[in-house]
Structures are given as C-alpha cells and as structure tokens.
C-alpha cells in the first residue's frame, strides 16, 4: 500500500511540477513577448516619427527644388584678396594715389629731416569726394585731380611733372612747393612751383574768386633726375610741410615703343534720366568702324542701360571709363548734381576740362591724335574717304604746304543734323528705326563759322591745354590750327535744337537743308555690328537673328 501511494504521489509530484513548469514557461514567455512587445511598440513610435519627418522633409525638399531651381548658389566665390592684388585693385579705382609705391615703402623711414618733409602716410591724407586730394594753404583750396610726366622734346622747361587740379583764387598769389618722391631715394627732392597754367579764359565767364577754377601746375624736375619718373609728387606750402596729398605721377607708355592712331575721350557723362544706350551702341561701333582705337569715357552718373553698355565695350577692350566726381562743395548726389549742371553752365564748363586734359595727359605718349567728342558728334570723312586715317593722310600734307613747322591741331566745321529734318521726310524703311545717324540723313545747308564749334584732331606732343572745341595752350608759343577742308571731312553734329547761342540765326539753318547720305557708307557694317551688339546685351524682346539690314521696318 505504501509503495503504490509511494508510486501515485512521485506521478502527482511529477505532474504537479510539470504543471509548474509548464506555467512558468508560460510566464516567463508572456514577460518576454511582453517587452519585445513594449520595444516594438517603442520601435513603431520612433520610426513612425522618422518615417513622418522623412515624408515631410521629402514635401519640403521636393517644394523647396521645385521652387529654388538651380540649386547652386551663384555667389562670389573667390578666393580673398591677397594684399598686392588689393593694392593693384586700388590703384586701378584711384590711379592718382600712389599706393604701390607707399606700400613698398611703408616700413620705410622716408623724410628730409625729422622735422622736415615727412612721406606722408596714405591714411593721412586729404581726400575730397572721393577723387580729389586737398591742399589748404593760407590764400586758398587746391583740389587735385592727376600727376603726370611730361618729357616731350617741345615743352620748353624741359622734363616735368604737371599736376592738374582746380583752385578757388582766379590768379592765385601764394607760394607753392612739389616734394618728388624717387624710388630708391630716402628723402625728397623739393621745388619750387615753376607755374599755374589757367585752363579757362576770363572773358567767359565765372571769373570769380571762391569759385574753382581749372589749373594745370608744373614742377621742374632736377638735372640731377633727369630721365628719372618721380613715383610721387606731393603739392605743399612750405617745404617742409608734411603734405596732405601724395599723387601718383603718371606715365602711360607703349610696351612696343609704337604709337596706335586714334584716342577719343569724352567728357563726364551726365545721362542719369536719359537712357540713350542704343543710340551709344551705333555710335561706338560707327567711330571703331573710322578708326578710334579706343573711346576714353568719364562716368559723372548714367542711366543702368547705359553702365551696360559700358561694361560690355570695356570688356571688349573698345572703352575706358573712369569714374568721375565733382570737386570741393559741389553736389554728386543722384538727381541734384544734374539740375546743378544744367543751371550752371559755366560751372559745368569749367568742370569739363579736367577729364578732358586728364585724357590727354594719360595718353599722350600712346597715341598720334586725340580728339575730343560728345557722343552726338561724329567726324566724318568724305568723297572716297573711309577712315580718320584717309583723312589725315590727305590733310597732313595740305597743312605743311601752308605751315612747314606743322600745326597742332586740325579742326572740322560742324554742321547740324537736327531731329526735325527727319520726322519732315520720314523714315528709311530699310534702316532699323532705332538707328539714330543712320535715320538722319538731313543736313542744314550752311557750316556753322569758321573756328565756331569745331572739333579736332590734336597733336598730344604739342598741346599743352585742351578746350573743348580746340587747344587753349600749345608747347612752343601760340597755338596753330589747321582747318580740314569740308570736301575732305567735316563734324556731323545730331542735336533736337541748335546750341542757344545759335537761336538767333537757327532758323536759317531749319529753312535751308540738304541730304547728306556720307554716312551710308558703312551703313550694312554699323547695323550688322550694332544688332549683334543689342542682342547680346538683350536689348530685343524677340531676338533678329539672321535678319538682314532690309528686315527691320517698324
């Protein structure tokens, strides 16, 4: 009995434990489904949120391409500017600061004595409306412009340096000293002023003392340096000032010892409100089709149009600008600095002649002629001429028949293509309408006055000052100037209305006209190269391509 109960409670024990064993299997796989449970759970929330963000930021970068197309960010992305090609950008925004020379030197001590003629640091000096750099001195205001190295075999004090500028004193009185600067020399080399060349002539007007006037400064440069360029000039009172302007002395040479032909410089450009970029465009590609090798602009304030237009023939190697403002209290704000020019006409005038002598001096030495022209003035050849080159070479030897020691300057009559002429003959159906001179092919009969609104072609190795209808002064005495004859050449002038100073005897030339089609000679040459020119700047809403000259009707 007691082995079957034996028997029976070890089968219960066994089963009981199995039981047990079952069970906490069970529980144990219940915890443990439990957590994985928990961790799939905790696992599906977090890649929920994933999978939520990555599909929201899969929308927003979707959006984001689709609304920001290109996605490369067309930024500026050279390299910083080291400190030569700093100095090199700054010079070519203010050619008259010497900031390569100072930059050399800088860690150089460069004065006379220690109380005399210190090398002034180019963070001291003076500057006036950004391009001009000031003297004071105890009888009046020199606003300086540019430095230059004169060493043309006819300039009678011999080798020099010329600085031009405007002064407020109509003769002015005080004592003025150069300090020249020579690379390689410790201390400067001082003079005495040789002469303040007044570039203006009393008798028009504006003679006034406080007013600025235009001046050219000469300095003699020492025997002792001579055929040595100064690097720098400095204009003080007293010799041993430290001077509150450093100019950097010019001397723009050929490379190849080779003059080019042609340099034609324009005033400073007052066009703010005027978009006149197409009618620049025929007048560009028009003189480079004469002959100028390269149109010399001064920038006062243009309309966007025509910056365009500038860059582009900048790039091409076809113009320089510089940047022009004007000096001591005058206004350069946008809008205002207009309204000045136009009401004051003398001002205005006087102003004028500091880009045009600065042109000349900065490319004296680069090309044969320089002649001065507003981009509404076109010297054109005639007869069997094509080219200012044609031209001179029939004029040049008609002049030493008359003057063997030659002339220094050769003038063209102006005469008047005035708008109205055109608008009473209607318009050339195979001609761009836009064509400005090629249009306006209707002359006034008579020439305005002999030596009245000329322009010229000038010799740069015989002028000293320029106006900006013929030379003001000339090297070796009184200037010469020989006039073209108008069967050779004249100065075809496109102007609305006759000069005010005209209005008197305008009427005559409205009543009396002629057809002068001379500039049709390079009619199919100006278009094809203006047209090219617009649609590359994107001047065309439909673009003309493959058009001819005789598809442009408007």
């Known amino acids: 009995m007691n082995k079957i109960w034996s028997s029976r409670t070890i089968i219960k024990f066994l089963f009981a434990l199995g039981v047990w064993s079952f069970l906490l299997l069970g529980l144990l796989k219940l915890h443990s489904n439990h957590i994985i449970l928990n961790d799939e759970i905790q696992s599906g929330i977090n890649n929920g949120r994933l999978l939520l963000q990555k599909e929201r930021y899969q929308e927003a970068t979707s959006t984001t391409t689709e609304k920001f197309l290109p996605l490369d960010v067309l930024i500026d992305n050279r390299t910083k500017l080291d400190d030569d090609q700093l100095v090199r950008d700054v010079e070519s925004r203010l ?23 210190k090398y002034p640091s180019i963070f001291d000096l003076e500057f006036n409306n950004i391009y001009w750099q000031t003297l004071h001195t105890s009888n009046g205001t020199f606003q300086l412009f540019g430095a230059y190295y004169d060493i043309r075999k006819k300039s009678r004090i011999g080798p020099a340096v010329r600085i031009l500028g405007m ?99 324009v005033k400073g450009l007052d066009f703010l409100y005027d978009d006149l970029s197409v009618r620049l465009v025929e007048w560009i590609e028009l003189l480079n089709i004469l002959g100028a090798d390269k149109i010399f602009f001064y920038n006062l304030q243009v309309h966007p149009n025509i910056t365009k237009v500038l860059d582009y023939y900048e790039a091409e190697g076809k113009v320089q600008v510089t940047q022009l403002t004007l000096p001591g209290g005058q206004p350069n704000v946008p809008g205002f600095q207009h309204l000045y020019l136009t009401k004051k006409t003398n001002h205005k005038r006087q102003n004028e002649l500091i880009p045009y002598n600065d042109c000349l001096y900065k490319n004296m030495y680069l090309y044969k002629y320089i002649t001065l022209l507003d ?142 089609t001379t500039i049709w000679k390079f009619k199919e040459e100006v278009v094809q190269r203006s047209m090219r020119t617009l649609e590359k700047l994107g001047f065309f809403r439909n673009p003309p391509t493959g058009r001819g000259s005789r598809d442009f009707e408007r």
């Open 95 to 117: 050619p008259s600061l010497p900031i390569a020379y100072w930059s050399k030197h800088k860690n150089f001590s460069q004065q006379k004595s220690s109380t005399c003629a």
């Open 167 to 265: 002064i407020d004193r109509i003769e002015p009185k005080v004592k003025t000293y150069c300090q020249f600067w020579f690379d390689g020399q410790k201390e400067p080399f001082i003079v005495k002023t040789f002469e303040y060349k007044y570039v203006w002539y009393n008798k028009w007007g504006n003679y006034k003392q406080g007013i600025y006037q235009p001046y050219l400064i000469a300095c003699q440069i020492p025997k002792a340096f001579h055929g040595i360029k100064p690097a720098s000039v400095s204009l003080v009172e007293n010799e041993c000032d430290t001077a509150s302007n450093n100019l950097r002395v010019l001397h723009n040479h050929p490379s190849d010892g080779k003059k080019k032909n042609f340099a034609v410089c």
């Open 375 to 516: 981009i509404d003035e076109v010297i054109m050849p005639k007869g069997d001429l094509n080219s200012w080159s044609e031209l001179m070479d029939v004029a040049l030897p008609k002049s030493l028949q008359q003057r063997k020691e030659g002339y220094h300057s050769f003038n063209l009559r102006n005469v008047y293509f005035l708008d109205g002429y055109q608008h009473d003959h209607g318009w050339n159906k195979d001609i761009p309408k836009f064509m400005h001179m090629l249009q306006h092919v209707y002359r006034a009969q008579n020439y305005t006055k002999p030596n009245q609104y000329v322009k010229c072609f000038h010799d740069p190795e015989s002028v000293l000052t320029l106006h900006n209808h013929f030379p003001l002064s000339c090297l070796g005495g009184g200037c010469k100037s020989f006039p073209i004859d108008t069967e050779d050449g004249h100065l075809q002038h496109y102007r609305a209305d006759c000069v005010k100073s005209l209005k008197k005897s305008c009427d005559e030339y409205k009543e009396h006209q002629v057809r002068d």
